[in-house]
């Protein structure tokens, strides 16, 4: 058949050559596109490929390394964006649709290569802190966090070609692995289109991207338990993949994220003349049209007050009544298609099964409404069904059957506790969302229904205005769900980094742990230099350096004159009659006049490349200090954090300096993690 997609294998664009052709049909006219198939492609060479060639390339690349590369990416494709929207209408996506899928991709792009600055400059991670091991400190643990040497498989769903294939690379490009996106078949012409602008780009390294566009017969059999899968679509689909032998016999991580049945509660309080209501009717109308329904956080349940149930099917109806259906290309139309009439079909067969036990009260099965610029025998319209299910909690088959389309059913509660009971029914979703200016009522929905979903959406008029809706995973937030769901994490900030990371518990002395992770564990070596540290620039400086300060012996004036300048008259420091009672012996130092005198005696005052104090990681006081106690520091170079340089501002590193503060007997009595923003020798 003509019109054969390539796909992108091996370092270069190949013509499949046998195997099964999917066509792929414009979703408004049903008009020819292109040609998927895998044909030729062998998923166990791309993986070799991707583990020899582009693995190695990302995991010596350091984490900022590999967030700048990310964020010229999203630049490049930004400038790109809008060659990608005529191609997305064609799956039916209107305006707002193609914006989630190809500006909210690129959006993640941009998100997590921020996350760059949350981790150090090199290509692992150290992770938490030290635990000691042992009565004289001589031997630790800590752990580290090391990319994985395989390659990420994304099986991928076809209702977002571009976000789906960005919200998952980004991750584990940042984590240091190459990727293989086996793109949906149905959709794949628009996620190739980016790839080929991506692989023009030359930005990423070779094989850190492959592509196939047809079927993945076989994907899962040449993977080791050095890759990761991931996987979006069905829920049955998601399971029989998870339950391969392979997948189990090498315990490969496998994240599975599923369609599944949302819900969205409406409070108590929420009646018809509040602004809640009115949200809710809103939120729920174009969750249902959105995408035309084919989204896996869609609205799928609506639970509401039984004695509302009759004003939200009123208004929920005059709402769906005035979305306008037809083609994306036309600026009046708010709905657009499904992908194709494949799926018209698939959801034809899941409504019938809702039919067997609830009624429509919006919507006509079957019905064909006016459409603007498009023919309705052509495309892959559906229009709106809204049902009624009137005993949720015995007609059961809406809490197990989806039909992935513009389908919402309404279903009562009387309680707050069966409202959650209906929510758990769902066996486990991505998202619940409820809209209630109760806060109180919000409190014990979140924690009752939280055990069941990835994300809950509190909606209100305090935050409608800003709020990015029921619908929208968030790239720092965790995207997925238990059960029904998948029980995995996409996304999630630096947690959906981690789940491409290995992570290592490491043991030895502070001295090796030390020299192993770039950052001073307690009990290391201490390195005394003849220059102060204030006066070296950032490159100058090396991870154990340290300066014992002079000593000062704490007098009652210090603690009065701090008193008097602070305002912090605190009874322990001020009055020795109302300490009976108390675990202080005496009237006690201020533990910030301790951390400000031990500023005071490890500062070097002249100027030099030490820009200015960035502020406090972390600060304990561990002992009372009393007068006539007298205190030093041990001021060490903890660690090193590169920053990039900016046009506006010299070249810079930010420095964790380790203050111990320490008595006359040697114990600690304040431990803080000082930063500063220091200059470096090199300004190009």
């Given amino acids: 058949m003509s019109n054969l997609l390539p796909n992108y294998a091996l370092g270069q664009w190949i013509t499949p050559k046998g195997g099964q052709e999917i066509p792929q049909y414009d979703a408004i006219n049903g008009e020819l596109i292109s040609v998927a198939s895998s044909g030729g492609l062998d998923f166990g060479e791309m993986m070799d490929y991707a583990r020899k060639v582009g693995n190695p390339k990302l995991r010596k690349m350091t984490f900022h390394e590999r967030g700048m590369m990310i964020k010229k990416l999203a630049l490049h494709l930004f400038e790109k964006r809008k060659d990608y929207y005529p ?79 960005l919200e998952k690379c980004a991750v584990n490009w940042l984590a240091g692995m190459p990727a293989i996106v086996k793109a949906a078949e ?60 392979n997948i189990i016999q090498n315990a490969i991580p496998f994240n599975m994220e599923a369609d599944s049945l949302n819900c969205s509660v409406l409070g108590e309080d929420a009646t018809p003349d509040t602004e809640e209501f009115a949200l809710f ?84 099965y079957g019905k064909q409404s006016n459409l603007i610029g498009a023919e309705w025998d052509k495309g892959a319209f559906y229009h709106p069904l809204l049902f009624l299910n009137n005993d949720p909690f015995n007609k059961v088959a809406v809490h197990e059957t989806e039909a992935f389309g513009p389908v919402s059913t309404l279903m009562p509660y009387k309680n707050m506790e069966e409202a959650i009971t209906l929510a758990q029914m769902g066996k486990g979703s991505l998202v619940s969302s409820i809209c209630t200016n109760d806060d109180d009522m919000a409190r014990e929905f979140v924690v009752g229904a939280a055990s069941h979903h990835g994300r809950i959406l509190v909606l209100n008029r305090r935050s409608a205005k800003e709020s990015t809706g029921h619908g929208s995973p ?11 769901a998948g029980g995995g994490e996409e996304m999630g900030g630096l947690r959906g ?8 518990a490491i043991q030895g002395s502070p001295q090796t742990l030390t020299k192993v992770t770039g950052v001073f564990q307690p ?35 210090d603690i009065v004159n701090f008193a008097n300048v602070s305002g912090d008259n605190f009874y322990a420091h001020m009055d020795a009659t109302s300490l009976e009672g108390t675990m202080f012996e005496g009237r006690v130092a201020h533990g910030y006049f301790v951390l400000s005198k031990a500023a005071g005696l490890f500062v070097e005052p002249k100027k030099g ?56 007997t040697g114990e600690t009595v304040a431990i803080a993690t000082i930063l500063t923003m220091v200059k470096k020798l090199n300004q190009a």
């Fill in 87 to 165: 191609m997305s209408y064609r799956t039916g996506a209107t305006k707002i649709d193609s914006w989630v899928d190809i500006e909210g991709g690129i959006g993640n792009l941009f998100a997590n290569a921020s996350l760059r600055k949350k981790f150090p400059n090199q290509p692992f991670d150290v992770d938490g802190d030290y635990i000691p091991l042992s009565k004289e400190g001589t031997f630790i643990g800590h752990h580290i966090m090391v990319p994985r040497r395989g390659v990420a498989v994304h099986i991928n769903a076809f209702n977002f070609p571009i976000w789906g294939m």
């Fill in 186 to 245: 149905s959709t794949s012409f628009l996620t190739q289109a980016m790839v080929r602008d991506i692989i023009d780009s030359g930005i990423l390294p070779e094989g850190a991207l492959q592509l196939a566009c047809g079927t993945g017969f076989g994907i899962i059999e040449p993977l080791t338990s050095q890759d990761v899968c991931t996987f979006t679509g069905s829920a049955d689909t998601g399971r029989m993949l998870k339950a391969h032998s």
């Fill in 281 to 364: 009717i809103k939120e729920v109308a174009r969750e249902m049209t959105g995408k035309c329904g084919q989204k896996c956080t869609a609205i799928r349940r609506v639970i509401v007050p039984e004695n509302l149930i009759e004003d939200v099917q009123i208004a929920l109806g005059k709402r769906l009544s005035k979305t306008t259906i037809g083609s994306p290309f036309e600026k009046e139309v708010r709905m657009g298609a499904l992908v194709s009439k494949e799926q018209v079909e698939e959801v034809n067969k899941q409504v019938r099964k809702l039919m067997e036990e609830q009624e429509i009260v919006y919507g006509e």
């Fill in 474 to 484: 968030m790239p720092l937030l965790v995207h997925g769900g238990p059960g029904r």
């Fill in 497 to 504: 980094v981690k789940h491409y990371l290995q992570r290592c």
């Fill in 523 to 557: 009990g290391g070596d201490y390195i005394e230099k003849p220059i102060h540290p204030f006066m070296k620039h950032f490159e100058e400086l090396e991870v154990g350096e340290t300066v014992f300060t002079h000593k000062h012996t704490v007098t009652e004036t």
């Fill in 609 to 664: 490349p030490v820009l200015l104090n960035y502020g406090l990681d972390e600060c304990r006081f561990t002992k009372p200090v009393y007068p006539g106690m007298t205190i030093g520091v041990k001021f060490t170079v903890k660690e090193k954090l590169d920053q990039e340089k900016r046009e506006d501002e010299p070249a810079k590193g930010i420095v964790k300096f380790l203050v111990d503060v320490y008595d006359e």
